[in-house]
Nanobody
Framework: QVQLVESGGGLVQAGGSLRLSCAAS????????MGWFRQAPGKEREFVAA????????LYADSVKGRFTISRDNAKNTVYLQMNSLKPEDTALYYC?????????????????WGQGTQVTVSS
């Protein structure tokens, strides 16, 4: 069992930056691939970024590539999402997820554990 708690969301102007954190409980954090997803009002949840168990391979949605960076610190049981050059269309509730099901990293069904989300609002 893994519990995930996101933090770091807030209100920021377009062009600004935020760093989201996702703290995981339990001793098995390093055995899980991690992902970030987001959901805007009236829209489906969408993939943002994913990182392997070791922190090596990463994957990004085209919409955030070059602006967002996912990283993890297995010693601190934490995964991060550095978001730069934010746009109003990045406004959403951001979730972190942990899991290892044999599915692509961008597929939400890969992940068994989800946090409650942290709100990111980007004003124009």
């Amino acid at each position: 069992q893994v519990q995930l708690v996101e933090s770091g969301g807030g209100l920021v102007q377009a062009g600004g930056s935020l760093r989201l954190s996702c703290a995981a409980s339990g001793r098995t954090f390093s055995s899980y691939a991690m992902g970030w997803f987001r959901q805007a009002p009236g829209k489906e949840r969408e993939f943002v970024a994913a990182i392997s168990r070791s922190g090596g391979p990463t994957l990004y949605a085209d919409s955030v590539k070059g602006r967002f960076t996912i990283s993890r610190d297995n010693a601190k049981n934490t995964v991060y999402l550095q978001m730069n050059s934010l746009k109003p269309e990045d406004t959403a509730l951001y979730y972190c997820a942990a899991g290892n099901r044999y599915l692509p990293p961008s597929n939400a069904l890969r992940y068994d554990y989800w946090g409650q989300g942290t709100q990111v609002t980007v004003s124009s």
